[in-house]
């Protein structure tokens, strides 16, 4: 997800990228291994990743104790920031040159799946190498395209409002489940009266929460092929961003982009921003006041059109082992001690198991885990459709246009215009 505002793709390189170098782990060094096996019957598998060098030690701890157990397996590993990782998976991609496992995420899903790039591990599900048992709140679905397992989640996450809770404190708004949108612009406007700062970052380029709103109403940002709104929709939508921008109740997008890498809330220019609740440990360790996790706005009332959903491992097709490929999975998303080693960097854990193994004890942690259990037990949670190919190139043109909408650049209607022309461009490719 990436908004100016709240945590893009730009500020989440402070967060998750990192430098390779820290642990030794080349691209050079680690990205190319052999896939065949040793003479004494070992196998190498590759395992690629984006993360920051901490995601990497983790991960490189988990890795450890999975080749203790099957002494037989070896991992070369490669980690890279957000924006490098898919660059060089595209170049390898290209080449039929994809490493054995890697990260993916819902927006890849039927890319690379229409590229023959990823391996339906349902097989390995039903040899009993892949369980698909214990997932939380039917995670184990996330990762189904058109009757095929290509990803496997590790962990959840949902969209959240994270709040600055002195600010709301003060304007003497508290945040309830199934409050509407009314009631949050409402509570945007007291903000802005009592704590001379703007009450939201400004959500209108968030793809993700947009995505919320058009569920609320029975429609959704993508549907398998395509896009599920109209112009009207989106002008609707971005119109009323660029009126409340005027009157101040969002932030100045001149000085959102100014702030960065910092947030609009921790550089106290917004009350609030949508963003996704396993970042929330994000605004603790940058800014200076309480920071909380509040629910969606509803339409009805009740309906937020959330579900939960993260990162993924998947495999390649070309894999010349896919047996120990989907033994490395079922390890990394099952064995309880990796949920402790992991904890919550790439969101509360998939499994039951890892759930009960990491217990956060701190604050932060706390929020995401409690937030998380009751979007569960209040049932809102929904199904997702998988994002049609052409979805990660969508997603960025939004928040560039939106960018360009509430700074005054391009008229509202010029860039639903622009969006739909180029969406239509990407999803047609």
Known sequence: ??????????????????????????????????????????VTIRYTWWGSDDRAKRINQSIALFEKKYPKIKVKTDFQPYADFWKKFNTQASG????????????FLRKYDAKNVLLDLREQVEAG???????????????????????????????????????????????????????YHDALAKIHETAGRAGDAGPYGIMYLYDLYLRQQGKAFFTSSGLGFTEADLTDWWNKAAERVKSGVYADPKKTIQAKPKSAVTAEL????????????????????QYGLAP??????????????SLMLSASKRTKHPKEVAQFIDFMVHDPE????????????????????????????????????????????EPITPHPAGAD?????????????????????????????????ALSA
């Open 96 to 107: 039929g040159n994809t490493p054995d496992v890697f990260q993916n995420a819902i927006g």
């Open 296 to 309: 969606i706005p509803t339409t009805d009332g009740k309906r937020t059109g959330q579900y939960l959903g």
């Open 393 to 425: 190139v969508c997603e960025a043109a939004f928040l560039r246009l939106s960018e360009e909408m509430s700074l005054g650049t391009r008229t509202v209607a010029d860039a639903v215009k622009q969006y739909f022309t180029e969406a239509k461009t």
């Open 1 to 42: 997800m990436r908004t100016h505002g709240t945590v893009d793709r730009r500020s989440l390189l402070k967060i998750t990228g990192g430098s390779v170098a820290a642990l030794g782990l080349t691209a050079a060094g680690c990205g190319g291994g052999s896939d065949s096996a040793n003479g004494d019957g070992t």
């Open 338 to 381: 990796v949920g402790t080693i992991m904890g919550y960097d790439r969101g509360v854990p998939a499994t039951e198991a890892q759930n009960a193994a990491y217990v956060p004890t701190d604050e932060v942690g706390k929020q995401i885990a409690a937030y998380e259990k009751q979007l569960v037990e209040s049932r809102v949670l």
């Open 270 to 289: 917004a009350g609030c921003e949508f963003t996704w609740d396993n970042f929330t440990v994000r605004y603790t360790s940058e800014g200076k006041s």
């Open 129 to 183: 190498n892949l369980r698909l048992e214990g997932f939380r709140a039917g995670l184990e679905k996330f990762g189904e395209v058109d009757g095929k397992l290509v990803g496997v989640p590790v962990g959840s996450n949902s969209m959240a409002l994270v709040i600055d809770e002195t600010v709301f404190a003060k304007a003497k708004v508290t945040p309830k489940p199934g409050w509407t949108w009314d009631e």
